[in-house]
């Protein structure tokens, strides 16, 4: 798996002409559930999921540090008609007044949210702990917190992550986020390892 940002680059550059991979089975099956306001796609990639929300017309934020996959997730956007538009500061991010999906190239390691800006955040197979205070920052009361990563039981297959920093321990996502209230749960070993949850903030929506 690529652990650099131009190893990602060089990676979704090569993907530029293959088919846009489906949205992960827990977004396709909850869909219905999950709220339709301002959303968060954390290390977007090539924006399978990002794509996903928009296509309800829903406002989506990506975020990503490879510029190569951002790129690919824009012509990907116009290609299906959903306005597509660079933010550049992080005083913009969710703070859009057009519909469509917002673009952010950040170094995710620096990354600052906006306090209570969004109503969902998808975080899917990207592990960076020092981002979970920023995750509770930037979700509004009543906003839901969609993660899904690898586990150290990865390792007992072929694929996937190795360096152990980019798995999370057994039970570790259950209580990274103490500020939520856990709505689903789940550590799976089968083809994989890899835990699931689904959270929200206590309170009112703003």
């Known amino acids: 798996m690529p652990s650099s940002q ?28 999950l709220p339709s306001g301002p959303a968060l796609d954390i290390a977007c990639g090539t924006g399978r999921h990002t794509l996903f929300l928009a296509a309800r017309h829903q406002h989506v934020t990506a975020v990503d540090w490879s510029g190569e996959g951002l790129d690919l997730l824009e012509k990907r ?18 703070k859009s007044p057009h519909g469509g999906i917002d673009l952010v190239h950040a170094d995710l390691e620096r990354l600052e949210l906006p306090e209570s800006s969004f109503e969902l955040i998808l975080c899917l197979q ?8 920023q995750i509770l920052r930037g ?26 920093e ?29 835990a699931s949850l689904v959270a929200r903030k206590p309170g009112k929506k703003s």
């Open 6 to 33: 131009s190893d990602w680059d060089a990676r979704y550059r090569s993907a530029a002409e293959s088919r846009l991979p489906e949205p992960a089975s827990i977004v396709r099956e909850l869909l219905p559930l």
């Open 166 to 194: 980019h798995l999370l321990e057994a039970g570790e996502l259950r209580t990274a986020f103490p500020g939520l209230k856990v709505i689903f749960y789940r550590e799976l070993r089968a083809g994989q390892g890899i």
């Open 126 to 133: 990207f592990l960076q702990r020092s981002l979970f205070p």
């Open 139 to 164: 979700l509004r009361h009543g906003g839901m917190l969609l993660f899904e990563t690898f586990t150290q039981s990865q390792l007992e297959f072929a694929d996937g992550p190795r360096n152990p």
């Open 77 to 94: 956007a116009r290609a299906s008609r959903i306005p597509a538009h660079r933010v550049n500061t992080v005083e913009k991010i969710g």
